[in-house]
Each structure stands twice: as structure tokens, then as C-alpha cells.
């Protein structure tokens, strides 16, 4: 296992981190599922993972605990909890929330101290997600910046006592997360990035130069690029992916497929490639970017003909990030999924092309009340109305 400094903080760890949301039943028990799940965590914590992401909205923290409770070495595990304050309905942030999510995942997890609290706040409060000031505050939401002085007041509190080492932002938006780390609360970020979802990529820069922090999460999609579910032809008939809600999904990954091609060794490890490649190889000049990510296409389209691949041109898996970026900003569908768990809130907060070209509506489908009608829309020209 390899460890990597997190941002410019004492924290160090594994480069893979333990997802809990799925593993385990939401109610205790000696199913299957959770046999396995809890299995497959003691495993990793064997091979040196050393970083545990979990949330009480999961309903799978009591199998991770079961598993922390009986670990010899659980002290040296740095989990990441995930806490929304404020959540659906609540109108202020409310320190005594916070502060409760915190303390009931220090009694869970069995752990002394929380390595990174990932903050969550739900609704339309994020940076630039209405395009007035006087829309944010008719949403019924608090803004952003009324919480930041309670927040930083509840964080200084735990950290003084121990209890929390780092707080980082969950943003919806690029927006989002430069309007919190420009606080200088957040030492890190922690947001979605795949091979199907590239908004971070922009951010990066900015990262390096706070010396801040980033976690990856979701670096299958939700289990989509894995071979068991990359071809959804094959899929059984109760898969989750069959939904219409991942229709979107399926055809920005066929888009994908016809610019990178067929991997040589596996679909899941080209994903986990792409999220496991150093950020700083994923940027430079804009010339050494387009080379690089053409490089790349040939290198995979190469090797799918049965051609060698030249020994100064190993597999770039640098540019993987930049050539589905491309991809994606070509079909104006950055933000892929609209109607997942969470997805709506992600879509109508992202700074569409939609909005800055004029047109009103969000570009999610037509079930959604604020679409236009799509009916008369070509086929890969969505957000070009």
C-alpha cells in the first residue's frame, strides 16, 4: 500500500480509502451481505488501508464499528465522516448538530479522534447557485456565508478538545468549493471524480497553490465502470443501473469509449487509474495537455489492434483525465447524473451552460418541471438549445 500526504496537513494516508455505504445491510444482522462487507474491511485494513469513510445516513456505520471494535490497531485508522449541517428543511446551521453528529461517530466508530470531517450543507445555499442573492434567500435556505462563523466556532471547539483533525468542503459546484476554501476554514475537499465526472479538474490548480487537500470518492460511479456493469446490455433485469435515472450515464460512457477506446486490462482498473493518477501529472502547459491526451487515445486504441506499444510511449494514464474532459464539454453534459440520490441537488446548483448561454430551464430531463421540452433537441447537442 502507498500513503500520500494529505494536502499540506500532517495526515497521511493509504491511497485507497475504504468506502462503507454499500457494504453491509442497514440493519444488524448475519446476513450475507454484511458478512462479506465486513470481511472485505478487515481485509483491507490488513493490506494497509489505513482510511475509513463512513456517514450515519448510510445505516452501515454499526458493521463498521463491529469491525473497528475488535481491530488491534484501530487507533491508527483515519476515518472521514461525512456530516450535513444544515440539512433538508433546517434554516441555520446549528452548532449542537454538529457537534452531536461528531461525537455519535467518535462512539461508533470506537475511535479517539475524527482524522476528517467532510462538510455537507444540503440545499440551495452554495455560492453561485441562484443567479441573485435575493433568489438564494426567497429559497428559504441559509446562505453560505451567515454559517461560516458559527462553523469555524464549533470546529475550533473540537479540535482544541481532540475530538476532529481537519475539516474539508463537500461541494456541489467548482464555485461552491473556492467560495469555502477562499474562508480559510477548509484544508481540503472532498468531492466526486471519475472517469465520467472531471469538474474538479479545474480546481486542482487552486489546490496546489493553498496546499489543500483532495479526496476522491466515487471513483466507480456507483459501480458503472466496473466490468460486472459496463456494458449494461448485459445487466440482469433488477440491476439498480437499468433505471432511467442512469440513461445519461450509459451514453456519456459510450461517448467515452469511442475516444479512449477498449482498455487493455480491465475497465475497473482503468478507473481506479484514472483517480489513483497524481494530480500534478494531470496538468501543465495547454500544448502538453492536448499531446498528452492524444498520446493517450493512440496509446489504448493501439493496443486494442494487437500493436505493441512503443517503449518511449508508455500507457498514459495522465491523460485519460484532460480526453474525457474534452469529451464531456463537447456534449455540454459536465454534470452527468440529474435524478440519483442527491443528483438533483448536484444538477440545479451546477453552473450549467444552460445559464450562461441565456435559456432558462435545467438540462435534466423532461420529467423534470423546470426542463424545456426536449422533443425537437438532436441527439449530442444537449444544452445547446
Known amino acids: 500500500m502507498k500513503y500520500r500526504q494529505f494536502g499540506s496537513t500532517d495526515l497521511r494516508v493509504s ?16 446476513d450475507e451481505k454484511s458478512l462479506n462487507g465486513m470481511h472485505a474491511l478487515e481485509e483491507a485494513l490488513e493490506r494497509g488501508v489505513n482510511c475509513v469513510h463512513s456517514s450515519y445516513e448510510y445505516g452501515t456505520r454499526w458493521a463498521t464499528g ?37 461525537e455519535d461517530a467518535l462512539r461508533d466508530l470506537h475511535a479517539e479522534r475524527i482524522a476528517v470531517v467532510q462538510h455537507l450543507q444540503r440545499g440551495s445555499a452554495g455560492p453561485r447557485a441562484w443567479p441573485t442573492r435575493r433568489r438564494a434567500s426567497r429559497s428559504g435556505w441559509p446562505t453560505f456565508p451567515s454559517i461560516v462563523e458559527p462553523l469555524g466556532e464549533v470546529v475550533e471547539e473540537l479540535t482544541s478538545e481532540g475530538k ?58 456507483g459501480g458503472l465502470l466496473t466490468d460486472k456493469r459496463i456494458d449494461r446490455a448485459a445487466l440482469p433485469a433488477g440491476d439498480r443501473m437499468n433505471g432511467p435515472e442512469w440513461d445519461r450515464a450509459y451514453d456519456q460512457l459510450e461517448e467515452a469509449k469511442r475516444v479512449l477506446g477498449e ?18 501529472r494531470q496538468h501543465g502547459g495547454e500544448h502538453q495537455r492536448r499531446r498528452a491526451a492524444r498520446a493517450g487515445a493512440r496509446g489504448v486504441r493501439r493496443r486494442v489492434r494487437g500493436r505493441p ?77
Not at 472532498?190 to 479526496?215: Q, S
Not at 482498473?269 to 497524481?278: G, I, M, Q
Request: aromatic share 8%; proline share 8%.
Open 309 to 385: 506499444e512503443p517503449e518511449r510511449a508508455p500507457p498514459d494514464h495522465a491523460a485519460l483525465p484532460r480526453g474525457v474532459r474534452r469529451q464531456s464539454e463537447r456534449l455540454r453534459t459536465p454534470d452527468l447524473l440529474t435524478h440519483t440520490v442527491g443528483g438533483a441537488v448536484r444538477h440545479h446548483l451546477d453552473e450549467s451552460p444552460v445559464r450562461s448561454a441565456g435559456r432558462s430551464g435545467c438540462r435534466c430531463r423532461p420529467r423534470c418541471a423546470r426542463s424545456p421540452a426536449r422533443a425537437s433537441t438532436p441527439r449530442g447537442t444537449a444544452g445547446r438549445w
Open 66 to 102: 463491529e469491525v473497528m471494535a475488535r481491530y488491534p490497531k484501530r487507533d491508527e485508522v483515519h476515518h472521514v465522516i461525512k456530516v450535513n449541517v444544515p440539512d433538508w428543511g433546517e434554516e441555520r446551521f446549528d452548532k449542537a448538530a454538529f457537534r452531536a453528529q461528531v
Open 263 to 280: 482498455p487493455d486490462t480491465s475497465w475497473t482498473e482503468l478507473a481506479l487509474r484514472f483517480s489513483l493518477t497524481p494530480r500534478r
Open 164 to 221: 476532529i483533525g481537519h475539516l474539508a468542503t463537500f461541494p456541489y459546484t467548482v464555485g461552491y468549493a473556492r467560495a469555502a476554501l477562499e474562508t480559510g476554514l477548509f484544508e481540503g475537499v472532498v468531492a466526486y471524480f471519475d472517469l465520467l465526472e472531471t469538474e474538479m479538474l479545474d480546481l486542482f490548480p487552486e489546490l496546489r497553490r493553498r496546499g489543500a487537500g483532495f479526496i476522491g470518492i466515487r471513483p466507480l460511479m
Open 15 to 30: 491511497e485507497v480509502c475504504f468506502g462503507t455505504m454499500r457494504f453491509a445491510a442497514k440493519e444488524p444482522g448475519r
